[in-house]
């Protein structure tokens, strides 16, 4: 039995007032900035710094964690959209992340659970995400809680994901 095992995994929603909570969505954030997953680099001293303050000022912004006990072990972040053919919600992940220590025991599969819970009390009509192609894990992970690439028309394809950074 490991360590982990002893300990009571628990899933809640972020509370973005409260330090224990603020903290682990900067640490765990910045943790998985320097995993390969996320671009292995740190985040910045000012994403560190106002990241909670800036999400909290967002009401279309949640986030969902996990603690082994005291210890947080993952974050999923997530920001709400509008689907235009549906006219309804639409709830995207931005960010998942679960510690090293704890990959292989289902924490992203229960975040995801939580994270279906509040977008559909949103009404949101789906979820999206974004993943890269050499993440094999994670996408076993979102293909068995149901998601699946995104195509309107097979013969168009799947559809691709860009970004254009501006400057600042």
């Not at 903290?23 to 985040?43: I, R, T």
């Not at 000022?57 to 005291?70: C, K, M, T």
């Amino acid at each position: 039995m490991t360590e982990s095992s002893l300990s009571p995994l628990r899933i809640c929603r972020a509370d973005y007032n409260n330090p224990a909570h603020a903290s682990a969505v900067v640490q765990l954030l910045n943790a998985y900035a320097q995993d390969p997953a996320g671009g292995g680099e740190p985040l910045s001293d000012f994403a560190k710094n106002h990241l909670v303050k800036e999400l909290a000022a967002r009401p279309h912004a949640f986030s969902v964690l996990a603690f082994d006990g005291a210890q947080p072990v993952g974050l999923i972040n997530c920001i709400e959209g509008f689907s235009t053919f549906a006219c309804r919600p639409l709830v995207n992940i931005h960010d998942v992340a679960v510690l090293p220590s704890h990959r292989g025991q289902r924490v992203g599969e229960q975040m995801l659970a939580l994270v279906d819970e509040i977008a559909r009390e949103r009404g949101a009509c789906k979820l999206t995400l974004e993943v890269l192609q050499g993440n094999r894990s994670a996408i076993k992970l979102y293909e068995r809680v149901g998601f699946a690439a995104y195509q309107l028309d097979p013969a168009m394809g799947q559809a691709q994901f860009f970004q254009k950074w501006l400057d600042y």
